[in-house]
């Protein structure tokens, strides 16, 4: 498979192991109900300030394996730096990382050079936290899209690619873009494993419309081709049904075949009148239909063919087709046309997913500026946000109702709004961790999912089009008059709005007039709490920091021994037990500014009903042969503490 080489790669594609492990400072938690108590909810909603990389790596011990949807919106290097949001990853910060891990001549590296580091180790750790069915969904626009493909191939394997999402992001491109304008971006699409497939989604009136009971059957049903693809490799559903009211032999259309099994088919035909199974030896017409030699044909495959006479037949089946409801298999043109097969709308599924999103179902980026603006003053605080119609599309495919959801590069806090929004809609209880590097996660990241979940009060503008009219070659030999009608209009209307503008657009003359007013939004429920990244779990000596607390540690070294969370709350009885899995106990004796040992008159503590033991302690007394008799796995610390 080709690899992409770049200037500081050998540098970072292993750098997710060196990263600093840092603890989560719990800061404030949110809660509707109560919005006044600030201590932590444990809701599983989670805002993290800090950079993503060292925050994804805290995220490890509860969450590696967990999560079933990853969202991230990362900078898309197109090398223009905006207010708020860095586009062309030159912020400090990361200038600081690329220096101080692609090495002095970090500072020299490309643009896209730069980028490619900043992305390649978060997407390893994205890729440890998604669990076996889960999905990564990464936008991205064009001048990193070719760049983004070949390292997630490599991170997550080519044969787990699932699509390029085509969104289209504009309804209106601008006419003074230079080359060709860009009306779509990328979103790529990876499985955690092969064979990743999304939920369909639900069918729209417009797919339901299709469907009806002209027969005055129960269900609503739409006509169908009674054939099925492959009649070489299904000879034995290739043979002629008997129309009930011409007689005529129908077969299958060329390469075709039935698409039921002959017994189904068989039954179906039944219900018009009498019918049985006869040999025509037709082997010829059946081998022309299979689009193979006659000597290749199957041979004996019967025909469902009229019991009685045509004529006796023709009046069962003509009885049939009077009263309605009639059988799976119904014939066109009162009776005398081809046959036809019946589904049925219950029996339908979603709507399938494909590769092209227009905006008329995802939204667009005014759309997401509208949003934002609501709920920051009327200003929006980003040029190119992501509107929350198209993350709740995401999640809609990606999720199921007690998912939990990721997004690395939080932004304004869409994706959490976007599964909010999904929550409230299907009584989900999915749970979303956004990171967001920026101080602004917390007066615009947090802030906005605060007021979301609470409800908030806006100030909104309603434009309506007064007038308007086409301009054709013609019409342009009369612009005074449509001028003239317009500024009337204008003049007129004026009084009745806050605004009345004459706008050109579309080849249309238009005077469009524009109202402030106030409104509510009510909020959706819900509860989050904030945090900061905190200390590093070990000193630069090597030795705990023992200031993270203890409980902190243990859950570090329980997910390093077992890669699973550690949720068994700690007791008087045994304080040094960590829990039992897979027939091994673990535990951590430790007390903070003392010395332990593990001795003979230690053992008390250690419960007696496991296969063997892992004991971390400062010390141990007892020799290897008592070890290895009482199958105990003694590890020093803090030496034995794995740094992953």
Known sequence: MPTLQWIGKEKVVSHHHDVTFRTLEHQYGFRVDDPDDTSETFSGNKIIHGDNLEALKALLPEYEGRVDCVYIDPPYNTGNEKWVYNDNVNDPQIRRWLNQVAGAEGEDLSRHDKWLCMMYPRLTLLRQL???????????????????????????????FVGDVIWQKTYSPRNDAKGIPTEAEHLLVYGRQIGWQPNKLERTEDMDSKYSNPDNDALAWTSSDAFAPNAATHQGMVYAIQHPF?????????????????????????????YELQDLHDDERRAEVCGIPASQVRPGVKAI???QSLEESRTKAQAVYDRGQWPRFYFTKGGQGGIRRKTYLENVEGKLV????????????????????EYFGGKSPFDTPKPTRLIERILQ??????????DAFAGSGTTMHAA????????????????????????????????????????????????????????????DRWLGEANDVMKMLQPNYDKVKLQFADKTLLVVGSKTFNGHRDGLGGQFDFYELGKRLFLDDGNLNEDVGEDKIRQYIYYTETHEPLTRQRDAEYPYLLDFKDG?????YYEKGQQTCLSLETLDAVIKKADRYVI?????????????????????????????
């Open 130 to 160: 998604l669990s076996n069915s889960g999905a990564i969904f990464v936008s991205i626009g064009d001048d990193e899209c070719a760049h983004l493909r070949l390292i997630m191939d490599e991170i997550f394997g080519r044969q787990c």
């Open 246 to 274: 011409t007689g005529k032999m129908l077969y299958p259309t060329q390469g075709r075949c039935w698409g039921y099994e002959q017994p189904t088919n068989l039954k179906i035909m039944n219900e018009w009148c009498e």
């Open 305 to 307: 063919v009229l019991k």
């Open 354 to 373: 494909t590769n092209l999103w227009p905006y008329t179902e995802v939204g667009h980026t005014d759309e997401a500026k509208k949003e934002l603006k």
């Open 397 to 406: 495919i990606a999720t199921k109702e007690d998912s939990i959801i990721l």
């Open 420 to 479: 909010l929004r999904l929550n409230k809609r299907d009584h989900g209880m999915r749970k979303t961790i956004l990171i967001e590097l920026m101080d602004y996660a917390k007066s615009i990241t947090a802030e906005r999912v605060r007021k979301v979940m609470a409800g908030y009060d806006y100030q909104g503008e309603k434009k309506e089009t007064l007038y308007a009219k086409k301009l054709s070659v013609s019409a342009l030999k009369k612009m």
């Open 584 to 588: 091994t106990g673990y535990f951590f």
């Open 616 to 644: 971390y302690a400062d010390t141990c007394s007892l020799s290897p042969e008592m070890l290895q008799r009482l199958n105990i796995v003694f590890k020093k610390i803090p030496r034995d503490i794995n740094q992953f």
